[in-house]
């Protein structure tokens, strides 16, 4: 069963912040084609939305993560 992450297509991580080609592949093999669940990013999608996933956001960032779920603090713009 394909597990890939639904937005990784549209996914602005990979858009703007990622620089490193090495990089980017580590997190895509680690997260959006392997445990989506365990991705700080996919995380607000799914509980709270898109909109609040700040660009910056790296997928292992799990306590911005829940301070943003939890709504303890604004995302950064
Ligand atoms: S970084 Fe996270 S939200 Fe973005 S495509 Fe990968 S798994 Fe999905």
């Known amino acids: 069963m ?27 093999r680690k997260y959006c084609n392997g445990n989506k669940e365990a991705c700080s990013r996919y995380m607000i ?7 609040l996933i700040p660009p910056a956001l790296y997928p292992n960032e799990y306590d911005k993560a829940l301070d943003i779920i939890h709504g303890k603090k604004q995302p950064k713009t």
């Not at 394909?2 to 297509?9: A, I, M, T, V």
């Not at 999608?45 to 909109?51: H, I, P």
Request: overall charge negative; charged content about 25%; glycine content about 2%.
């Open 45 to 51: 999608a799914k509980e709270v939305g898109l909109a």
């Open 2 to 28: 394909d597990n890939s992450c639904e937005l990784l297509s549209s996914c602005s991580f990979f858009v703007v912040e990622v620089k490193s080609p090495a990089l980017a592949e580590e997190f895509k």
